[in-house]
């Protein structure tokens, strides 16, 4: 019989897993009370050694990126006082990220940077120099997690009687984000710096413009500091979930973060942030999508588990509370542990609790349950067991989900990465789902596999200088 006519089937190609690494300049982020564990690091989060370890061992597992959280207040809301916050290091002591940077892009050659900056507290002047500086010190690497901020606390430390309601930070963040665009993308022509020794001329004053922004929030007259960095414009993060959020993303960014309990949850997220790409004229595979996960892993499964049952006992539920009540805006001292509790929205976040609802939504969570839910690694899943286990569950959250990879957060620093370097990078390379080497490049190259600069119809690229103006300049 002939079956020249009738070709074997083809695999469909699965798509790689792609790993951030989530963490924070500080001793406890995202597992409270975990910094008790005997082999956790994070106390040494002031010695530049304990972030180059961390920076080489993630670079030798080809991740993305190391992915740096940030805010700019202390958590609070807990029994109004930072009592608790401060007792359990609940993510104070902190210092600055975007410091982080040059140490960790020195001792690497590829592995990528995502800052986060609450656009709300820092003007956009200063702001485009500093990062501009790290994208040229980092050859290219540089990323921006774009955020409006959530803690009052914050607000109340820079002169504001409280933050700005959650759709108003969005209003400022659309100004602002056409400011710093401006700074980057419109003040400097590539080849204003022409470095001329013979007629003693660095940079072609014609070829540097004032972009002279006046706007509703911010008087911006002048030019930028800086001469293009090799990006111009930062990789763009961004995590909002609220409805305002997503359309937020769905103009600027090139990334996104979720952070979901289910697949369901995790799923209606990806889905809606695909489907409002369409709608702002982008296409749907533009934005990659990373979604948190905690991974504790080992050789065997009842090794797997004995470590997870080992973490659990370090959860800390008075540092999760003031954990939860930070990032909603419910003061959950004011509930019985056992007392059940409700989605309330509030100006702080919209997500935390309506995600732990939407992922049981026959479920009432009590203050204990969900305390002890975010107690280890956040709001994402948990994932637990051998290799060939791990590999499983990566492959069917990122396949039905329709997610692109993972912002991994940690147990025990650097515990936790450490065994996911070596454990479960080389399960997943070996079924063909990770990649062997990096591309090389910038870091906007190496995350979308096109060029160092911000696309061409991307908004960033679209805005435009007042010829008028630039002309009276």
Known sequence: MDNSMNPPAVAPVRKPIRFNAFQMNTVGHQS????THPRDSSHRYTEPGHWIELAQLLEAGLFDAIFLADV???YDVYQDSSDSALRHAVQIPLNDPLALVPLMAQATRHLGFGVTAALSYEHPYPFARRMSTLDHLSGGRIGWNIVTGYLDSAARNLGLSQQLAHDARYDLAD????????LWEKSWDDDAVVNDKQRGVYTEPSRVHAINHHGRHFQVPGIHLCAPSPQRTPFLYQAGTSPRGVAFAARHAEASFVSGPSIAVVKAAV???????????????ELLIYAQALIVTAPTAGQAHAKYREYQSHVDLDAALALLSGWTGVDFSRFALDAT???????????ALASLSAADPGRRWSVREAAQFIGLGGRGPVLVGDPSQIADQLEHWLDATGIDGFNLTFAVAHDSMRDVVQ???PELQQRGR?????AGGSLRQQLLGAGARLAPHHAGRQVRLDAALQSAA
Do not use: C, H, N, Q
């Not at 889905?271 to 595979?285: N, V």
């Not at 990770?434 to 990096?438: C, K, L, S, V």
């Open 423 to 425: 454990l479960i990078v």
């Open 271 to 285: 889905d809606a942030s695909r489907a409002a790409l369409l709608a702002a004229g982008r296409s749907p595979d």
């Open 72 to 74: 700019l207040g202390v």
């Open 434 to 438: 990770y990649r062997t080497e990096y």
């Open 175 to 182: 100004e602002y984000m056409d400011v710093v665009y401006k």
């Open 32 to 35: 409270p009370g975990l910094w």
């Open 341 to 351: 509790i409700e989605f309330i929205e509030t100006e702080a976040g919209r997500s």
